[in-house]
């Protein structure tokens, strides 16, 4: 059984790209979950998806979005990148939205 | 906000335990205690919750007061590689996880 994998594990971006960050659920895994984690805190929540559709959201601006395929995979898209965006992107999958998340190695990125 | 209180560092020599303490005071009938730990850069590692009753597995046991009002996780024999920033988080299943700053541990040779 693999666990939560996350694509790439680094990105570089300039002030005003966009960016899409890939993450594989664990195997069985119908929910995923999405964090940021600035430097020096703890991760804060984005949104989750359940069966495809999003199930709850943080204090995010709507530029950061997702989508949450068939097979569970899901993706998080930021559009118009800002210095601040810089941290790492953690994912979090679980069986189902009520039950333990297991995280991913998270993708670094860094906004300049 | 988190709904937790948490010591900020803690160090603890190698091979003793390691007992970290957790606050959650304004805690609800049907919260879980979860505790994650994370290691350097990398993604936070479940290590263990609980509802009411104390709970052990291979990594960890979690000791909660009979009142629900604060818990305990403790790493029996700490080694080198426990060294991380332990989160203790109190989570209604359904809800997604608040985040605290967390008790950065360093266990010592």
């Known amino acids: 059984e693999t666990g939560v994998t996350q694509s790439p594990t680094h990105l570089i971006k300039t002030r005003g790209q966009q960016v899409t960050l890939r993450c594989s659920s664990q195997?069985?895994?119908?929910?995923v979950s999405w964090y940021q984690q600035a430097l020096g805190q703890g991760p804060q929540f984005i949104f989750q998806y359940y069966r495809e559709e999003e199930n709850g959201r943080g204090n995010f601006p709507p530029r950061f979005s997702g989508l949450q395929f068939p097979n569970y995979s899901s993706e998080l898209n930021v559009n118009a990148l800002e210095l601040d965006d810089s941290a790492l992107y953690l994912c979090?999958?679980?069986?189902?939205?009520?039950?333990?998340?297991?995280f991913g190695p998270g993708t670094r990125l860094l906004v300049l | 906000d988190a709904k937790t209180t948490q010591p900020t560092s803690m160090d603890c020599a190698e091979g003793r335990a390691a007992n970290l303490p957790c606050n959650h005071s304004t805690i609800s009938g049907n919260e879980y205690v979860y505790w994650y730990r994370q290691i350097h850069s990398q993604g936070p590692q479940y290590i263990i919750h609980?509802?009411?009753n104390n709970e052990t597995n291979e990594m960890a046991s979690l000791i909660i007061t009979e009142d629900r009002k604060s818990s305990t996780l403790i790493l029996p024999h700490a080694t080198l590689r426990d060294t991380a920033v332990y989160y203790c988080?109190?989570?209604?299943?359904?809800?997604?996880?608040?985040f605290g700053p967390g008790t950065r541990l360093s266990v010592l040779p």
């Open positions: 988080i109190v989570n209604n299943y359904g809800q997604n996880f608040v």
């Open positions: 979090a999958s679980s069986p189902d939205s009520q039950e333990t998340q297991y």
């Open positions: 609980g509802l009411k």
């Open positions: 195997s069985g895994h119908n929910t």
